[in-house]
């Protein structure tokens, strides 16, 4: 079946613009994280959405971040005011129902943003 | 203290060796531990779980030790295939962070050498 999909794969911005990234999760998987991966670097969690529950947002570095989920289905991570250090690839994944942590996450390609 | 730690390497390993790294955890509540991969430029895939009685997948073993705060992989008979960043996964429960507690180690990138 159809893995995580992102969306752009690849988004070159200038300082200040806001962008729009997205996530379509496995069918069926209630739980999307979103983290974020700098060169050589490891994954930094950013946003958790469970079900119809009220996201985890402790993740998100700045007010400048924010993500939703529409229908429980696919996620946007909205990043305004872009600046130098935003740079790095974004990803996300999906789980079947979070629960712990006990299920296998399963992550999209990712989107490599840059900005100039 | 970082929560989950890992030697980022890297390991540099003649084909067809052993190789074995760590990653120490430290929460002693944690729950459930994973191993994944992530190849260059590519999205991180589940290794395998790592079970409290330990558990082999072919040339992969993964073991727990609870006591010392550490889980543990081991490749025998490496592959060329097998060079990658191995990503070491903790489920702190409700006392750790985000993402439903699970919390990624950096990673120990991994060069099997002809």
């Known amino acids: 079946g159809a893995g995580v999909s992102q969306s752009p794969s690849n988004k070159v911005t200038e300082k200040g613009k806001d962008v729009e990234l997205r996530c379509d999760p496995i069918?069926?998987?209630?739980?999307l994280y979103w983290y974020r991966q700098s060169l050589g670097q490891g994954l930094e969690f950013l946003i958790y959405?469970?079900?119809?529950?009220?996201?985890?947002k402790s993740g998100l570095p700045s007010d400048r971040f924010s993500a939703e989920r529409t229908g429980g289905s696919v996620s946007t991570l909205t990043i305004q005011r872009t600046q130098q250090e935003d740079s790095a690839v974004y990803l996300c994944?999906?789980?079947?129902?979070?629960?712990?942590?006990?299920?296998?996450?399963?992550f999209g390609p990712g989107t490599r943003l840059t900005v100039l | 203290r970082k929560e989950v730690e890992q030697d980022p390497g890297p390991f540099n390993v003649p084909e067809g060796a052993t190789v074995a790294f760590n990653c120490t955890y430290s929460?002693?509540?944690?729950?459930?531990f994973f191993w994944y991969r992530q190849d260059c430029r590519k999205e991180p895939k589940l290794l395998m779980s790592?079970?409290?009685s330990g558990n082999e997948d072919g040339r992969f073993t993964a073991q727990l030790n609870r006591a010392s705060q550490y889980i543990s992989l081991l490749i025998r008979d490496s592959k060329l295939s097998d060079s990658a960043t191995y990503l070491c996964?903790?489920?702190?429960?409700?006392?750790?962070?985000?993402?439903?507690?699970?919390?990624f180690g950096k990673g120990t990138h991994l060069i099997i050498q002809p």
């Open positions: 994944a999906s789980s079947f129902s979070g629960g712990g942590g006990a299920d296998t996450q399963y």
């Open positions: 069918s069926g998987h209630t739980a």
């Open positions: 959405f469970q079900g119809n529950s009220a996201p985890d």
């Open positions: 929460n002693s509540a944690s729950q459930s």
């Open positions: 790592v079970y409290s």
């Open positions: 996964v903790v489920n702190m429960g409700d006392s750790g962070g985000g993402a439903d507690g699970l919390t």
